[in-house]
């Protein structure tokens, strides 16, 4: 739910209500005490509103610190329940996003230091969402003076608790908050990397990886792809390794064909982590571009013999395929929405090869085909919600609640040309020079309806015409001898003159089948076949619509018409402020609308009611009219139909 609303701040409360672990029922009084039993429903809605206001960047400042401040207070209220603080963590990490407050970074760090895995590792993770960015603890940070040396004995605290704590979950949380400090900090950050590198312990030299990537993400550094190609041939560890080949990507993301040269060899490794990283490092680095070379690459490990790997090959091929038209590389796309729709359909496939096509065809279709995997804005600045994003859903390999974190790298792409009063004028167009085809929508799938089996036309044998014959002659023999009339023979030699036609031709005679040689050129002759209309060259998109990157290379604005931009050298992509040519003329424009719940179709909600099965022993008592019951009915929890979230390790 927090996926699907992201962004849908106005109403985020009301959508999550049913869910939501409950408050103080007065101003200031203490929320009910928290159980260490179910909380699956609370925490995920939790992590939820955290999504919907951590999503995008469109968010006021007012609802996210509200937001905020409603997730703290469960997340103080919550620490006998492991589930509750890892939602109230997440929520905060991402509510809180890039703020560096130094009070919700002590709330987090009273609850890392709980010992409890599934939550510490969460703090961990959140921590780093709260500082992303500010190098807090190298020499030189963007904190506040202020809070530079606490920051500074914070982070040298965390280090040394990551070697103390015998959890592997909050190790890896820990040195995942690291790596988001140090995003965009390049040489800045080469201390903490070098130590992080140089530790015993492998999950720290993993997360070192990522704070490489993240430090010198976009830069294209040689020296970051050295240490990176180096670490990914030589560490012991198969999680460091791939790590180091998916952290590539991110470097190298502003030029993306160097990725596919570079993983080419790793792709053929003996290592299936590598070949498996290798397959998500050209999927991210080559997203929404459908490039055949780098789909040709990834063609040969979705037949691996390792699911895992056939799992990288499946989401880096989607990733890939963002936004592509059916027509896009020979046609292939479509083969491949065929296997996955196969696979997923296959009970025979091994569950992650099945959780890779699951994932890859929500990937390939990312927000309606409307949205794309982007690193970098169109002005060439690197996306930290994006980046940061996509390296916390590479986290799902070890944790399945960070999928969700995908929804952070998701870019709508689009062209909506605004006047001065922030609406679009309906007669505003752009000119895309190119067929239709090449940028259209993929046809819908369509289920596959059961053909019903046609009658096939009766073929008359030469021996029964016989058979028919024979038992004719006998029939008018024993009426004859019974007094049959003369005119009942004459049927019978009728039936004998017919059975020597039959015999007299060599071939099987169809029933119907007289005169169809001279019905099919009649048919051809009305049929005449209709000449295929030429697909036009060029054609004009209608303001506002969806423009992919791709598409925005071969559109150019017409200054010829009404509404001109205020920049007509820039691309035809993203918002476009217009100038009107002619004020004084009637304007025919729409207005963007915030979407809202308040649907004018829908159905009122049924009254609350409780029910039980027939023959349940309180089956009885639920009969009581509702009126008569005093007490609220119980809302599911969750607490006994959902399953503890597994920590699997591929």
């Known amino acids: 739910m927090g ?4 962004g849908h701040t106005t109403e985020a409360m009301t959508l999550l209500e049913p869910y939501l672990p409950p408050s103080s029922d007065s101003e200031g009084g203490e929320a009910p005490a928290v159980t260490s039993a179910g909380g699956y429903a609370e925490g995920g809605s939790l992590f939820a509103l955290g999504l919907i206001h951590g999503s995008r960047a469109g968010s006021s400042t007012a609802t996210r610190l509200e937001a905020s401040n409603f997730i703290r207070n469960h997340l103080r209220n919550s620490h006998a329940n492991e589930v509750i603080s890892h939602g109230a963590a997440l929520g905060v990490g991402l509510t809180a996003f890039g703020s560096g407050d130094l009070e919700i970074v002590n709330e987090l760090k009273e609850l890392l230091y709980t010992d409890s895995a599934v939550a510490g590792e969460a703090a961990g993770m959140a921590l780093g969402m709260v500082l992303v960015g500010s190098g807090a603890g190298n020499t030189k940070s963007s904190v506040p003076p202020g809070d530079a040396e606490e920051l500074l004995e914070i982070m040298a605290e965390l280090k040394n608790y990551a070697r103390e704590t015998q959890h592997e979950k909050i190790i890896r949380g820990i040195a995942m908050g690291i790596a988001l400090v140090n995003y965009g900090q390049e040489e800045n950050a080469d201390a903490v990397i070098e130590e992080m590198r140089a530790d015993r312990d492998p999950i720290l030299r993993y997360g070192a990886q990522y704070a490489l990537a993240l430090a010198y993400c976009g830069t294209g550094s040689n020296k970051a792809i050295r240490i990176l190609l180096h670490t990914a ?51 991210i680095a080559m997203a929404g571009t459908g490039d055949p070379e780098s789909v040709s690459l990834l063609e040969p490990m979705l037949t691996d013999m390792t699911d895992f790997v056939r799992q ?70 690197t996306k930290m919600t994006s980046a940061v994003g996509l390296v916390l859903w590479l986290q799902h390999w070890h944790w399945f609640p960070m ?101 007299g031709g060599d071939s099987m005679e169809v029933d119907g089948a007289e005169g169809s040689d001279n019905a099919v050129p009649a ?83 049924p009254e609350p009611f409780e029910w039980t099965p027939p023959g349940h022993p309180d089956a009885d008592a639920s ?28």
């Open 3 to 6: 996926v699907i609303h992201a």
């Open 312 to 381: 990288g090959a499946l989401l880096g091929t989607a990733m890939i395929y963002m936004q592509q038209p059916d027509l896009c590389n020979s046609k292939k796309i479509k083969s491949f929405r065929e296997r996955l729709s196969s696979i997923i359909g296959d009970k025979h496939q091994s569950t992650l090869t099945k959780m890779g096509a699951i994932m890859s065809t929500g990937i390939i279709d990312a927000g309606g085909r409307n949205c794309s995997i982007a690193l970098g804005s169109r002005n060439g600045f």
């Open 523 to 605: 048919k051809s002759e009305e049929k005449k076949k209709k000449k295929r209309e030429p697909e036009p060259i060029l054609f004009r998109i209608q303001n506002p619509s969806r423009v992919t990157n791709a598409q925005s290379d071969v559109c150019a604005f017409d200054l010829d018409q009404r509404y001109r931009p205020i920049r007509p050298e820039a691309k035809p992509f993203g918002v476009i402020m217009l100038t009107d040519s002619t004020p004084g003329e009637e304007e025919d424009l729409g207005a963007v609308k915030a979407p809202s719940l308040d649907a004018e179709d829908e159905a009122e909600a």
């Open 233 to 283: 041939v030589s560490d012991v560890s198969d999680d460091v390794r791939m790590a180091a080949v998916i952290s590539l990507a991110f470097v190298l993301y502003k030029t993306p064909e160097r990725v596919p040269q570079l993983v080419k060899l790793l792709l053929e490794s003996f290592n299936p982590h590598v070949r498996y990283a290798s397959c998500m490092a050209v999927g």
């Open 403 to 503: 999928m969700h974190m995908l929804s952070l790298a998701l870019t709508p792409t689009y062209a909506i040309g605004l006047n001065k009063d922030f609406k679009y004028p309906k007669n505003f167009e752009i000119q895309c020079n190119s067929k239709p085809s090449a940028f259209a929508y993929p046809k819908r799938l369509e289920e596959k309806k059961e053909e019903k089996k046609k009658r096939v036309e009766t073929v008359t044998l030469s021996t029964t015409a016989k058979n028919k014959a024979r038992l004719a002659r006998k029939r008018a023999k024993e009426e004859k001898e019974g007094g049959v009339a003369a005119m009942d023979v004459e049927k019978v030699e009728d039936i004998e003159k017919s059975k020597e036609d039959d015999e």
């Open 623 to 650: 009969s009581t009219p509702a009126g008569d019951k005093s007490e609220k009915p119980n809302e599911a929890d969750g607490s006994n139909d959902a399953e503890a979230p597994n920590e699997t390790s591929s």
